[in-house]
């Protein structure tokens, strides 16, 4: 086994990109999720990430696509427990991603492969919110979405490596 791969067969650099990738995301949701609870205790509270009229992230986190993606009020009311905000959503996906990560199992790559395109099919959906029915640019929102989708890429980089050690295990 080449020095680039660690005992478990699974690539060092994958360890590292998915960490990284992970905390970032994880950065982004706390701070989305400090944006939104500020901007609702206090209505004059100005982001760091509100550059302007059109671009303004606390617009975007405050609004009814903020929470649950806009689709869970159309089932419960607005004040759900059920209906938490993206962030929330968010800081379970990466942790999920990183503790799911540490495990090298075929089926922890096939949880981790399903959430990241669960992940990316919302980041898709907000994106189109957030360019045709808000009409507004977030950069915490679309950083948040080149994470899902490299993340997306790691997760199948990882379970077609596995499959490929396990079809050459089977052929030996």
Request: charged share 15%; net charge positive.
């Amino acid at each position: 086994m080449s020095s680039s791969h660690s005992s478990t067969g699974v690539p060092k650099w994958e360890y590292r990109v998915r960490f990284a990738l992970c905390f970032l995301g994880l950065v982004l949701s706390v701070y989305a999720l400090h944006v939104e609870l500020s901007r609702e205790n206090d209505p004059e509270y100005r982001a760091m990430c509100d550059l302007g009229h059109s671009v303004s992230c606390s617009k975007v986190f405050t609004s009814r696509w903020g929470r649950g993606f806009g689709l869970v009020q159309i089932f419960t009311s607005k004040d759900s427990l059920l209906n938490q905000p993206n962030s929330v959503l968010g800081i379970i996906f990466y942790a999920l991603q990183l503790g799911l990560g540490q495990l090298v199992s075929s089926r922890a790559a096939f949880f981790l492969v399903m959430f990241s395109w669960v992940s990316v099919a919302g980041s898709i959906y907000l994106a189109a919110i957030l360019a045709f029915v808000l009409g507004d640019f977030c950069v915490v929102c679309v950083s948040t979405y080149i994470v899902n989708f490299a993340l997306l890429y790691t997760n199948l980089k990882r379970r077609t490596g596995l499959e490929g050690r396990l079809k050459r295990g089977k052929s030996e």
